[in-house]
């Protein structure tokens, strides 16, 4: 996960970092003692870090024992960043910020010779950490169940959306199965009825589950399901009904009028939008899309496993604001990741 943006991004500091010795005249100093870092890319370790620093800047360096960047050293390192962060599908908007952050950063900056690979790398993760942080804190599923379970304010109503394919009903399970492992127990509600075998999928979850799911036949009202499973957890004390829904494009207006139909039924706590992480930066849109219709309150990105560029992450914080909940990485029930800033930042650029 995220192998095409830190390969390309560790090849970019590399760049700035690494330049043979040969260029400089006989009489240069002792080269300043650059410890370079390690980055780790699927099983396979990169070289080291190294900055590719002009001869005159490393000279300085091994005087004064401090390095300010000069402006050329500068724009060919933003200029190769740039092209790995487009070339990974960060946004270009997304990309333009980032690169106006880490300019601002490397031109205020007076490196020590000694640490300038680590002070370098810790620049360009800021830099990202401004977009990420862009993003509204995302909601406590668990700490928001356990309030009201403790208010008697239930059941709590979790609705899913999003296109097909994403592995939403998966995904689903894989909330319940968490949720139940924190001694929380949920309902189904099958609300998908156009998608073929979607009805037994969920069946297939709840059971290995040990949950009940609230299902009817295939073209029935989504709606309709999701109010009887509210009932169902009522009259049962279930304090979760988890709903799942058709997967549509946000351009179908008929099933985005549907979905709203089951917004104002169902009326959901929370509503989640997931989406495959492999999309590309036509999720960005598509959340963006959906966004304008209904509230949307968190993101779970599935497939993080089989995304090899690993943009999106910051294309969708720079372009929704809206939360990334969770990350899906696995087939597994135990396969929910918690999204964390530094999860991110090390998965793209480690700092030791």
Known sequence: MFDELRKKVSNAVKGLIKKEEKEAPASTPERADIQPNSVETGSKEEKPLELNLSVSTKIKGAFLGEISLSESDIESFISDIETAMLQADVSYNATEEILTTLREKLSAARFKSKTINQEVIESVRQSFLEILRRSKEGIDIEGFIKKRIAANDLPVKILFIGPNGTG????????????????????????????????EQTEHHAKALGMPVIKSRYGADPASIAFDAIAYAKAHSFPVVLIDTAGRQETNKNLINEMLKMVKVAAPDITVFIGESTAGNALSSQISEFSKHMKIDGIILTKLDCDAKGGNTLSISYTTGIPILFFGIGEGYDSLRRYSDDFVLDAILPNN
Not at 188 to 199: G, H, V
């Open 168 to 199: 939403k009903t998966t995904t689903i399970g894989k909330l319940a199965a968490m949720l139940k492992k924190d001694g929380i127990q949920s309902v189904f509600s099958a609300s998908d009825t156009f998608r073929a075998a979607a009805i």
